[in-house]
């Protein structure tokens, strides 16, 4: 299973690192994805990160503010989230696909999900 880390509570333009790690597989064989929901949204991707981090894709709401990595030794992925918004504020998804079809952001790709972590990004 997905081990998920890091939300909070944070003011408008502050920062949180969020983990993912995985407990019983090899996370380094899986497409990780951070998706996010908001109350009354849809779950939307954020960012995703290749099996070798060669490939990284970002949502444009985020571009230039947050950053995805990972650490294959520790079987972890990272999201940086940096100048943070109020419309930023949601639950936190981290999720693994073995095979991703033509988009990275679409939730029925990912077979393996993290429990969710709340951001809240409030004055």
């Known amino acids: 299973h997905i081990v998920q880390s890091g939300g909070g509570l944070v003011q408008p333009g502050g920062s949180l690192r969020l983990s993912c790690a995985a407990a019983e597989f090899a996370l380094d064989y899986y497409e990780v994805t951070w998706f996010r929901q908001s109350p009354g949204k849809e779950r939307e991707g954020v960012s995703r990160i290749s099996t070798s981090g060669a490939t990284i894709d970002y949502a444009d709401s985020v571009k230039g503010r947050f950053t995805v990595t990972r650490d294959n030794v520790k079987n972890t992925v990272f999201l940086q989230m940096d100048h943070l918004k109020p419309e930023d504020t949601g639950v936190y998804y981290c999720?693994?696909?073995?095979?991703?079809?033509?988009?990275?952001?679409?939730?029925?790709?990912?077979?393996?999900w993290g429990p969710g972590t709340q951001v809240t990004v409030s004055s």
């Open positions: 999720a693994g696909a073995l095979i991703l079809g033509s988009t990275w952001n679409s939730t029925l790709d990912y077979s393996t």
